[in-house]
């Protein structure tokens, strides 16, 4: 168990729809990452935030977004779902070292997101 | 842009059987290599991180090397435990994204 707690589990929904996954770090970590897994592109970052602002953006799609709360949990919002956006949707957390780098990074469970 | 490329896709190996994995790497100014191992369905598991070339990490059956250019998991006597997708990731100096490659699914057989 990494301490990061994803929910939910599954998702199941419909082309067009919005979803919100939700994503708990381990105590004490600041920072929060979005990954994206599907068969055909691996593991993809998608954004972090850290301490509440974002800090960096991957390939992201413009329906996506995020957002990270005082209590420092974390949200990814998906809208306009598309049936490539089914995939699992990992989130990962990490300390923050000298100098604001990050340390390791812990995986959340996942959330598998099928868009039917 | 950073390139992680990992090498083979697939390995079955008999219990007992020892391997290495290969993972290449280019990246702008490295700050850390990174692997994960990641059972179907659940999160990568973090194992170790290499920081520089010539370092080394072990854990259990799992050892760890990094060059310049790639490293190498080396899977000793593998147990069917063992069986898994393990990652590769970098970071670069100035940045906290990880950039994974592909993977390399590994079956160990009893």
């Known amino acids: 168990d990494s301490g990061v707690t994803q929910t939910p589990k599954h998702l199941i929904t419909a082309t067009g729809q919005r979803v919100t996954l939700r994503c708990s770090p381990r105590?004490?970590?600041?920072?929060v990452y979005w990954y994206q897994q599907s068969l055909d592109q691996g593991l993809q970052f998608l954004i972090q935030y850290y301490n509440g602002e974002e800090r960096a953006k991957g390939n992201i799609l413009e329906r996506f977004s995020a957002q990270q709360f005082p209590d420092l949990h974390s949200e990814l919002n998906l809208s306009s779902l598309e049936l490539g956006d089914s995939a699992l949707y990992f989130c990962?957390?990490?300390?923050?070292?000298?100098?604001?780098?990050?340390?390791?990074?812990?995986f959340g469970p996942g959330t598998r997101l099928t868009v039917l | 842009e950073d390139q992680v490329t990992q090498s083979p896709e697939a390995l079955r190996l008999q219990e007992g059987e020892s391997s290495s994995l290969n993972c290449s790497y280019t990246?702008?100014?490295?700050?850390?290599l990174f692997w994960y191992r990641q059972d179907p369905g659940k999160g990568p598991e973090f194992l170790f991180t290499?920081?520089?070339a010539g370092e080394e990490k072990e854990k259990e059956r799992l050892k760890a090397t990094l060059t310049k250019k790639e490293s190498f998991l080396h899977i000793t006597a593998p147990k069917p435990e063992d069986s898994a997708t393990y990652l590769c990731?970098?970071?670069?100096?100035?940045?906290?994204?990880?950039?994974f490659g592909g993977g390399t699914r590994v079956l160990v057989k009893p």
């Open positions: 990962a957390s990490s300390t923050t070292i000298s100098g604001g780098q990050a340390g390791e990074q812990f």
């Open positions: 990731a970098v970071q670069r100096a100035a940045g906290n994204k990880l950039t």
């Open positions: 105590s004490g970590d600041l920072s």
């Open positions: 990246v702008s100014g490295l700050r850390g």
């Open positions: 290499l920081y520089s």
